[in-house]
């Protein structure tokens, strides 16, 4: 018997896509950032889980910690988006101070009145989560249930001998479109789609010997090259929404991230060896070529998500030799669910 893609509605329902928010994003490890935009002391990154605002920010102590990026006296949003560098955390609503290890510094008009007691300032620290580093990629998870190397598998003998702490972060890049972060998934993980949907990167490989292994968290697919490819043959998908492509002189990681049940965006990072300025173009050309294979599949996985809204979409088989990559995130996908609370159908 063939395995069964997913019924529909685990792309389209958004109950399922509430379980997921907890189950999956919130209790496993996300890439936030590289090492190296962490330099001087309140250097931060502010970004979002699946509808959950986090930041990690670099402490006067060196070290690196995260918090959910909402203030405890009435949820307003600390840090704007992105990449900043701050002395202490201001909430913009009512101007209430935390220091950089999350602690509540100041909260205005407090104070005693009317005979009421002050505010005990220890009390209302900002929500903390876990942080962690692997090889100068900054993880963060914000309820861990387990460690980050459990939860990165096979990565850790796969990665033994790739020098990616050689290469220098240099540019990052976000693409967004309308459809669920499954779907996009489920395009990743396999190189099925490779001849109907990327023409050109079909001819510069040789399909034939493309081989996709999924095991332990982590789905490799290679093939050799021939022609002029820019990538260097091996792709990697880790869980549950992470990427790490290698290219002439370099490597990108992406987070796959749900704006919600039917928009996902993608976060890329790229990163290389030679940061000269004589190699400039050579890197915006490699970084333009990237990215136009990448949305090469935004109209299909669009067009899948209206489908599956339909209604006449029935499971379809999966091919034992090139869905290995979406079986393994399928099941990994329902395990989860299960484990959130989802209720299995009659």
């Given at each position: 018997?063939?395995?069964?893609?997913?019924?529909?509605?685990?792309?389209?329902?958004?109950?399922?896509?509430?379980?997921?928010?907890?189950?999956?994003?919130?209790?496993?490890?996300?890439?936030?950032?590289?090492r190296s935009r962490f330099v001087e002391?309140?250097?931060?990154?502010?970004?979002?889980?699946?509808?959950?605002?986090?930041?990690?920010?670099?402490?006067?102590?060196?070290?690196?910690?995260?918090?959910?990026?909402?203030?405890?006296?009435?949820?307003?949003?600390?840090?704007?988006?992105?990449?900043?560098?701050?002395?202490?955390?201001?909430?913009?609503?009512?101007?209430?101070?935390?220091?950089?290890?999350?602690?509540?510094?100041?909260?205005?008009?407090?104070?005693?009145?009317?005979?009421?007691?002050?505010?005990?300032?220890?009390?209302?620290?900002?929500?903390?989560?876990?942080?962690?580093?692997?090889?100068?990629?900054?993880?963060?998870?914000?309820?861990?249930?387990?460690?980050?190397?459990?939860?990165?598998?096979?990565?850790?003998?796969?990665?033994?001998?790739?020098?990616?702490?050689?290469?220098?972060?240099?540019?990052?890049?976000?693409?967004?479109?309308?459809?669920?972060?499954?779907i996009y998934t489920d395009n990743f993980?396999?190189?099925?789609?490779?001849?109907?949907?990327?023409?050109?990167?079909?001819?510069?490989?040789?399909?034939?010997?493309?081989?996709?292994?999924?095991?332990?968290?982590?789905?490799?697919?290679?093939?050799?090259?021939?022609?002029?490819?820019?990538?260097?043959?091996?792709?990697?998908?880790?869980?549950?929404?992470?990427?790490l492509s290698f290219f002439n002189g370099?490597?990108?990681?992406?987070?796959?991230?749900?704006?919600?049940?039917?928009?996902?965006?993608?976060?890329?990072?790229?990163?290389?060896?030679?940061?000269?300025?004589?190699?400039?173009?050579?890197?915006?050309?490699?970084?333009?070529?990237?990215?136009?294979?990448?949305?090469?599949?935004?109209?299909?996985?669009?067009?899948?998500?209206?489908?599956?809204?339909?209604?006449?979409?029935?499971?379809?088989?999966?091919?034992?030799?090139?869905?290995?990559?979406?079986?393994?995130?399928?099941?990994?996908?329902?395990?989860?669910?299960?484990?959130?609370?989802?209720?299995?159908?009659?």
């Amino acid at each position: 018997m063939f395995k069964e893609n997913l019924e529909a509605r685990y792309y389209t329902d958004p109950a399922i896509y509430r379980r997921e928010q907890s189950g999956i994003f919130n209790s496993n490890w996300q890439l936030i950032a590289p090492r190296s935009r962490f330099v001087e002391k309140g250097d931060y990154v502010a970004t979002d889980i699946a509808g959950t605002k986090v930041f990690v920010v670099l402490g006067e102590d060196g070290e690196l910690r995260g918090f959910r990026n909402l203030c405890r006296h009435r949820g307003a949003m600390l840090l704007k988006p992105g990449q900043g560098r701050c002395r202490s955390i201001r909430c913009p609503y009512h101007n209430w101070v935390y220091r950089l290890d999350g602690s509540l510094e100041r909260a205005p008009w407090f104070s005693h009145a009317d005979g009421e007691a002050s505010l005990t300032l220890e009390d209302w620290p900002l929500h903390d989560i876990s942080v962690a580093l692997w090889r100068g990629l900054v993880f963060a998870c914000v309820e861990s249930p387990k460690t980050l190397t459990d939860q990165l598998g096979g990565l850790l003998n796969e990665m033994g001998q790739d020098p990616i702490e050689d290469y220098h972060w240099t540019e990052q890049r976000t693409l967004i479109f309308d459809a669920n972060w499954k779907i996009y998934t489920d395009n990743f993980v396999e190189g099925y789609h490779i001849p109907g949907i990327h023409p050109e990167f079909f001819k510069a490989i040789d399909f034939e010997e493309f081989e996709t292994t999924a095991k332990d968290n982590l789905v490799r697919m290679t093939a050799p090259t021939k022609g002029d490819l820019f990538y260097r043959g091996r792709w990697l998908w880790m869980w549950p929404n992470w990427t790490l492509s290698f290219f002439n002189g370099g490597m990108n990681t992406s987070r796959i991230n749900p704006l919600g049940v039917d928009r996902t965006e993608l976060i890329y990072d790229f990163y290389f060896a030679d940061l000269s300025d004589e190699a400039r173009e050579a890197r915006q050309d490699t970084i333009k070529r990237n990215i136009a294979v990448i949305e090469q599949d935004f109209d299909i996985c669009t067009h899948i998500h209206q489908n599956y809204l339909s209604g006449g979409y029935q499971p379809g088989p999966l091919s034992p030799r090139h869905e290995k990559g979406v079986h393994l995130f399928q099941k990994l996908v329902k395990e989860h669910l299960q484990s959130a609370g989802e209720a299995k159908p009659n």
